[in-house]
Nanobody, 122 residues
Framework: QVELVESGGGLVQAGGSLRLSCAAS????????MGWYRQTPTKQRDLVAA???????IYTDSVKGRFTISRDNAKNTIYLQMDSLKPEDTAVYYC????????????????WGKGTLVTVSS
């Protein structure tokens, strides 16, 4: 079992910045890549950014050049630096970690944090 705990959400004006953190604990040998998703009341939960244990990041197109995902393996924590925020970035942001086998295969199970709300005012 893995527990993910997010922090860092809040209210910010358009053009501002926030940094989200997600700390992982528990059976950390069962996870490799970690990422951030976001969800609004009218949309499904979508991937924002993800990063592997080796540090290779991917981003959804709408945040490229504005958001940066990083990880500190020593602290079992990932971060999402969000700059040039827009009102359309308003959402609940969830930390995610797909469960993998010892050989690195996805088991079909995902671990999720409880989410942190980001509100960007215009």
């Amino acid at each position: 079992q893995v527990e993910l705990v997010e922090s860092g959400g809040g209210l910010v004006q358009a053009g501002g910045s926030l940094r989200l953190s997600c700390a992982a604990s528990g059976s950390l040998g069962s996870i490799n890549a970690m990422g951030w998703y976001r969800q609004t009341p009218t949309k499904q939960r979508d991937l924002v950014a993800a990063i592997g244990s080796g540090g290779s990041p991917i981003y959804t197109d709408s945040v490229k050049g504005r958001f940066t995902i990083s990880r500190d393996n020593a602290k079992n924590t990932i971060y999402l630096q969000m700059d040039s925020l827009k009102p359309e970035d308003t959402a609940v942001y969830y930390c995610n970690a797909p469960e993998t086998t010892a050989q690195g295969y996805y088991t079909g199970r995902d671990y999720w944090g409880k989410g942190t709300l980001v509100t960007v005012s215009s």
